[in-house]
């Protein structure tokens, strides 16, 4: 009834607005008259504007538009899509990066933008007008769009399902293909970090050309990112960062831990024999070992792209189109070693095993089997993740009148295709495992063997899992080391057909249209590791899915002249979009979409928008089926860490009645209290898709002003407000969630989702996606943009984008608090990029600041809780710890040769500014990094070198 509701009122008030114009007797004539004479020429200069389907020559809209264009991404220190929209102001931190080194399932080493901090699925990417293939889960991998093919980048800020379809709730990124080029270019780029690591390196060239009636642009690209690693920055080279570096740490460590010694958990002395008893000593806090060490930053990458695209002009109206992409995109991720242990595979070092301290072969009174933790040191786990894009696309487009109207026309069709292959090491085969670890003796010629004299287990390799670093040799390794293979992919096919055109000359202008009826089919797949499947590998198991839907949509959008060149308004003109969507998957959803725009006097232009959007579900949110999953949480029941310390009655009752005393505390994997909040589990938990699942739905508001003053030359100002309201949202129910509804809200079916084990640590959790609750996020847009007058010594031009954001409050629902996240965790309040570009000849420099507003995070340490008294509205009082805003500074300058060259040289984060600490972004893993720093921010000072030279 609303999306009714909103359409109705759109046109009821559009309706208005012409009749007061028509009865206007001061609206002037002349335009009529003059446009009839110079449609022609209108028709040949129109384009198609980022947030609408109408072709129009003017490239003014009733959203806001931000741009970037091929000439500012070139003064830039940044080659990949990826890195440069993570900078712009309306991005939130990424929740996949080349920091995100703890993914390693089909995102790994992929690159997504998430405007206004919405996620990834929620922001609609687009070339040239055109959807982009997404993987299962809805995100598009931004490095698998070439950076040398881009003219311009449109960031439309503003939701727009009744021009797009779904996702386009947060807004849309689309980005514009180079075209109509004589000639060619070639670049090439080389930067590394100040400390002479993460090397960047990347080649293209583009050449174009026309031939006749021919034209077409062809382009290539390879690019090489070297890694960064956790132990070369003073932030990851332990867990919990420099202040605390004892503090985080794992306590599987290479050499091994018996947790059930005689007097309890006791660790083998550095490089002492494993066999024997007296080598150990009693396991504390100093023997845990730091995985840092042996994890990436940054992980390493390669990319390599092809594109061409192609126009024939058939007749004066008519000409056809075609365009192809191919690219590949490898990445490599290393993370510590496994931690192997008892508890995580349920497997224990045999009584009978030669290599027992406590076992019989050593001569033990009372031969036991033993529980154990060691960590995999000999081979880290390292992801390879290759990802190929496939895409082609024609059409035809042309024009035609009928009587004085002009009218255009198009029909494409595309297909998308991505093709993933993930290899892994340094996991483990749990079958052979417990043959390696099952009893095993000594032979007569020297060399252990499996099983027993007499009865030796062929092909099987005995294994000294307490041994210390370096303690497993090559043979072990193989033996009970597995490598994983697996393959994923997705496919997309889209069929459009639009016209548009005029309508009806009004005093104020002609009506114009467009129109058009769309098909989509989305299909996916995830084939994990086979062997991994079946559960008899330490490799986190999912189930192998896949799925598919299609779509098919009918849209129209209207803009209507209401009043142009009276007084008080030299122009009025409203917007109006609707797009009718049928789902095989859920149904159907009518989405609708009002706009305006008013110019007072010439030099100002007040716009605004009320526009309905959806997200439907995407393949894995439906059919993605279960997967393992090691969760940071936090036990309520914990007296230390947990809601019982913090005096919450329900919880201390119902931790009570679930029969965990006054001193329970949440253990790590040595059995040892955790020391911070969010450790992450011991044994793995369940996550998983939801076919029942329902589309959201949101309303964004948008209204604001671009003041261009006539008395300052060069000088554009912009100032908008948003409004984004998320309902039905499709959100994973975390494991805290689970742990809370039941203990502290008392959600009987949520303590079903879970099991205590004999020590009455939390095991089996489950957790699924589902629909709750609301998201709201408001906040404002400033735009500066001011070409000072030319002066002897140079052209200067003044850039500022800032946003503030006012609001970003989540209502999971009924019973739950609100989190109101602003200035928290990775919502900055203010995100700020301000410029300075200088140009005199042939030299130019570009200055560039970026800003982060500070932030405040749960308290993790008492010593720097700066804010102990903080108050959470609907909560009370959460102690916070509060983090520093900071700005880093960019510099580069260039030359322009005599040859048709330009050479340029910057430094990104010239300054070499730290970052800050933020712990909730190991805890949380904020944009999966595990490190005590915010991906967004810079890891170092960057110089960087780039030669362009055109033909």
């Known amino acids: 009834m609303k999306q009714k509701t909103l359409l109705a009122t759109a046109i009821t008030a559009a309706l208005m607005l012409q009749t007061w114009t028509v009865s206007a007797q001061d609206a002037p004539s002349s335009t009529a008259q003059d446009s009839a004479s110079t449609d022609q020429a209108k028709q040949l200069d129109t384009v198609t504007v980022t947030g609408s389907r109408i072709r129009s020559v003017d490239m003014e809209t009733a959203q806001p538009v931000f741009t970037i264009d091929r000439a500012e991404i070139l003064k830039q220190g940044y ?23 703890l993914t390693s399932n089909t995102y790994a080493g992929s690159s997504t933008v998430e405007l206004r901090g919405l996620g990834a699925a929620r922001t609609l990417v687009l070339v040239d007008g055109r959807r982009w293939g997404t993987n299962a889960d809805g995100f598009t991998d931004l490095d698998t769009i070439p950076s040398s093919i881009i003219e311009r980048i449109d960031v439309l800020k503003d939701g727009a399902s009744a021009i797009y379809g779904s996702d386009a709730i947060a807004g849309v990124i689309n980005i514009i293909t180079r075209t109509n080029i004589k000639g060619g270019d070639a670049n090439v780029y080389y930067g590394q970090y100040g400390k ?20 077409y642009v062809f382009s290539g690209t390879y690019a ?64 845990k070992y730091n995985a840092d060490q042996q994890m990436m930053l940054l992980n390493g990458a390669k990319r390599k792209s092809l594109f061409g695209k192609t126009t024939y002009e058939i007749s004066s109206d008519i000409s056809a189109h075609a365009d192809a992409a191919y690219t590949e995109r490898t990445a490599n991720i290393q993370v510590a070693g496994y931690p192997i242990g008892t508890s995580n595979t349920g497997v224990a070092l045999d009584k ?55 009218f255009n026309w198009d029909v494409n069709a595309f297909y998308n295709k991505n093709h993933g292959d993930i290899f892994g090491t340094g996991n483990y085969n749990l079958l052979n495992l417990e043959k390696a670890l099952g009893p095993s003796f000594k032979d007569t010629d020297g060399v252990v063997k499996c099983g027993s004299p007499g009865a030796v287990i062929a092909g099987c390799t005995p294994v000294n899992i307490l041994s210390g670093a370096g303690g497993l040799t090559q043979q072990m390794r193989d033996y009970i080391g597995v490598n994983t293979n697996g393959t994923y992919g997705t496919q997309t096919t889209g069929f459009a057909a639009n016209i548009g055109g005029d309508v009806v000359q009004l005093p104020a202008g002609m009506v114009q249209f467009a129109a058009g009826v769309e098909y989509r089919r989305e299909a996916g797949y995830n084939r994990p590791d086979g062997f991994s499947q079946t559960g008899n590998s330490t490799d986190l198991a999912s189930d192998s899915s896949s799925g598919k839907y299609n779509t098919k949509e009918a849209y129209a959008e209207l803009n209507i002249p209401v009043l142009v060149d009276i007084t008080g308004a030299k122009l009025l003109s409203v917007d109006l979009a609707s797009r009718f969507s049928k789902y095989s998957t859920f149904g159907n959803t009518t989405n609708s979409k009002f706009g305006i ?38 036990d309520p029941c914990d007296a230390t860490f947990g809601a019982v310390a913090n005096g919450n009655a329900n919880a201390i009752a119902a931790c009570r009645a679930a029969g965990l005393g006054a001193n329970f505390h949440q253990t790590d994997s040595s059995g040892l209290p955790v020391d911070s909040v969010d450790s992450q589990s011991t044994t793995p938990f369940l996550s998983g898709s939801n076919v029942k699942l329902q589309p959201e739905t949101s309303l964004s508001k948008t209204l604001g002003f671009v003041y261009s003053p006539s008395y300052v030359d060069g000088l554009n ?235």
């Open 79 to 101: 080659v990949s899509v990826g890195d440069i929209l993570s900078h712009i102001t309306a991005a939130g931190s990424p929740s996949y990066s080349r920091s995100a080194v």
């Open 196 to 215: 002479g690591d993460g090397a960047q390196q990347q080649y293209d060239f583009t050449w174009g050309n026309k031939l006749g009636k021919l034209s």
């Open 224 to 287: 090489k990112e070297d890694p960064v690693w956790a132990s070369d920055r003073d932030f990851s080279r332990y867990p919990l960062g420099p202040r605390h570096p004892t503090e985080g740490l794992s306590s599987f460590g290479p050499g091994g831990l018996i947790l059930n010694g005689p007097d309890g958990p006791i660790k083998l002395n550095p490089g002492a024999d494993p066999t024997n008893i007296g080598n150990y000593h009693d396991f504390t806090s100093a023997d």
């Open 352 to 406: 009978d095993s030669y290599y027992n301290p406590l076992g019989s072969q050593q001569g033990y009174a009372a031969p036991q089997d033993v529980e154990f933790l060691r960590r995999g040191v000999e081979t880290p786990r390292v992801t390879k993740n290759t990802l190929k894009t496939y895409r082609v696309g024609a059409g035809l487009d042309g024009v035609f009148q009928v009587g004085e109207r002009n």
């Open 597 to 634: 725009q008013w110019k007072p006097i010439d030099d100002l232009l007040v716009r605004g928008s009320i526009s309905e959007g959806f997200r439907s579900p995407t393949i894995n949110d439906l059919y993605g089926g279960q997967s393992q999953t090691f969760d940071n949480y936090t």
């Open 717 to 951: 100002l912009s100032l908008d407000w948003y409004n984004i309201r998320i309902k039905n949202l499709i959100s994973s129910v975390s494991s805290n969630d689970v742990l809370d509804d039941c203990y502290l809200r008392g959600i009987q079916s949520a303590c079903g989702q879970f099991s205590r084990d004999s020590n009455g640590q939390v095991i089996n959790l489950s957790h699924t996606l589902t629909n709750r609750g609301h998201l709201e996020n408001e906040g404002y847009d400033f735009n500066v943009a001011y070409r000072l007058p030319k002066l002897s010594f140079g052209q200067f031009k003044v850039g500022l984008d800032t946003n503030y954001v006012s609001k970003y409050n989540l209502n999971p629902g009924s019973g739950y608090p609100i989190s109101y996240d602003v200035g928290q965790y990775s919502t900055w309040r203010v995100r700020s990029n301000a410029s300075l570009d200088w140009s005199y000849g042939n030299f130019g420099a570009t200055w560039g600041v970026r800003y982060y507003s500070g932030l405040k995070e749960d308290c993790s340490f008492v010593a720097e809780c700066s804010l102990p008294n903080y108050f959470t509205p609907g909560v009370g009082i959460t102690p916070k710890r509060q983090v520093g805003g900071i700005a880093f500074n960019d510099l580069s300058v260039r030359w322009n040769t005599s040859w048709n060259g330009t050479i340029s040289l910057g430094a990104n984060n010239l300054f070499n500014r730290q970052s800050p600490l933020f712990y909730t972004a190991s805890s949380n893993s904020i944009g999966n990094s595990g490190f005590v720093a915010n991906p967004s921010y810079d890891i170092g000072r960057f110089w960087y070198v780039r030669y362009n030279q055109k033909f």
